[in-house]
């Protein structure tokens, strides 16, 4: 039986291959190799492992990985939490190796998952003028965007069918004061001519009165008096 390492040991091997993807340790005292990615041979970017590592080097490596696949056990080194003077645990808490698992998990898209949130607080900042938060905790700079919280969907369908009712009255009540505004010049033609009519008919009134007047008035005229003078003078005369 091959003893293996354990996980997150640190050994020093041999390079046996070299690829395009990485290169293939010989683990001491055993005949199994493991394989350092060139994603972990350095911090920095590596395109070529050639450039890196070269067939018969000897590597500082730490044992970050065990996998049984297809009946073969396959085991995965890092030569940059190591360092490759001296062989020590650059990374003995194993940091970087739960980052570097966090960056290969595959992305969820959550878009069309619906969001609810809960114990929404019912105010009004004070420095932007969004709803749900206090000015302490608002984060939004001076002259910078606003940001404040989305309507659900029941509250859209609640504020349209509002705005489609006050469109409505707003409706009714146009054609309602245009309905009065047409009765009230209706109203007004009538008056006008009935104080029309009232007018003639006082006008025709008083001139019969004046009529009644003159002629059972006891003064005489002045054709009467002329006549009356004229009879008297022929009196005298005769």
Known sequence: MEVLPELYAIFQGEVATVTEYGAFI???GCRKQGLVHKTHMSCCRV???SEIVDVGDKVW????????KDDKLKLSLSMKVVNQGTGKDLDPNNVSLDQDERKKRTFRDYTSQKIT??????TVCKKCGCKGHFAKE????????KYSLIPEEEEEEVAAAGHERDKKT?????????????????HRDKQSSESDLDSSD???DGAQLASKRTKHSGKPSKAQKKKKKKKHKKKTRD
């Open 26 to 28: 010989k683990i001491p």
């Open 47 to 49: 395109d070529k492992p």
């Open 61 to 68: 490596v730490k044992l970050i990985g065990k996998e049984m």
């Open 117 to 122: 949130l809960e114990a929404v607080l019912n």
């Open 138 to 145: 608002c984060f939004v700079q001076p002259g910078g965007t």
């Open 170 to 186: 707003n409706l009714a009540d146009d054609s309602s004061k245009k309905r009065k505004k047409k009765k009230k010049k209706k």
């Open 202 to 204: 006082s006008d025709s």
